[in-house]
């Protein structure tokens, strides 16, 4: 299980308005105190992430990265990450989606993809998805 090394940002890439809302509200409730940051495309992300690369902005500590994107999936925000080495290091990638297809969790493990969950369905499972990255004993996913 992953889990938080610091408290730079939790960053959210998702293009759904709902599970945006949804995640940042059970993240409010959840045990996590770091800066949350939420993306509404892959682009705007990695427009983000070239900030970080010039020190305009920290490197995030968990980036929860939705699959199924229109424009540019969450496999190409990951891919086009591996290609810079300065993001070789970056702490944490997790892949919300979803999607159970183990093809998916195969390239996103094989890109990098630290952890891999399928999207919570209730607010319970979202607090306990987040309240299981913070630094000690793991919390029960319920």
Same mark, same amino acid.
């Given at each position: 299980?992953?889990? &938080?090394? @610091? $408290? @730079?940002?939790?960053?959210?890439?998702?293009? @759904?308005?709902?599970? =945006?809302?949804?995640?940042?509200?059970?993240?409010?409730?959840?045990?996590?105190?770091?800066?949350? &940051?939420?993306?509404?495309?892959?682009?705007?992300?990695?427009?983000?992430?070239?900030?970080?690369?010039?020190?305009?902005?920290?490197?995030?500590?968990?980036? =929860?990265?939705?699959? @199924?994107?229109? $424009?540019?999936?969450?496999?190409?925000? =990951?891919?086009?990450?591996?290609?810079?080495?300065?993001?070789?290091? &970056?702490?944490?990638?997790?892949?919300?989606?979803s999607s159970s297809?183990?093809?998916?969790?195969?390239?996103?493990?094989?890109?990098?993809?630290?952890?891999?969950?399928?999207?919570?369905?209730?607010?319970?499972e979202y607090v306990?998805?987040?309240?299981?990255?913070?630094?000690?004993?793991?919390?029960?996913?319920?």
């Open positions: 299980m992953t889990r &938080l090394a @610091n $408290e @730079n940002a939790i960053v959210m890439v998702d293009d @759904n308005d709902g599970d =945006l809302f949804l995640a940042e509200t059970c993240y409010r409730r959840s045990s996590l105190h770091a800066p949350w &940051l939420a993306f509404a495309s892959g682009r705007d992300f990695i427009a983000y992430m070239s900030g970080v690369k010039l020190g305009q902005h920290p490197m995030p500590a968990l980036v =929860l990265l939705d699959i @199924n994107m229109p $424009e540019m999936s969450g496999i190409e925000v =990951l891919e086009h990450l591996r290609q810079d080495a300065a993001f070789d290091e &970056l702490p944490i990638v997790c892949m919300l989606t297809d183990p093809r998916d969790r195969a390239q996103a493990q094989r890109l990098g993809a630290r952890d891999f969950f399928t999207k919570p369905s209730t607010t319970a306990a998805l987040f309240d299981s990255f913070a630094p000690g004993e793991p919390a029960p996913l319920v």
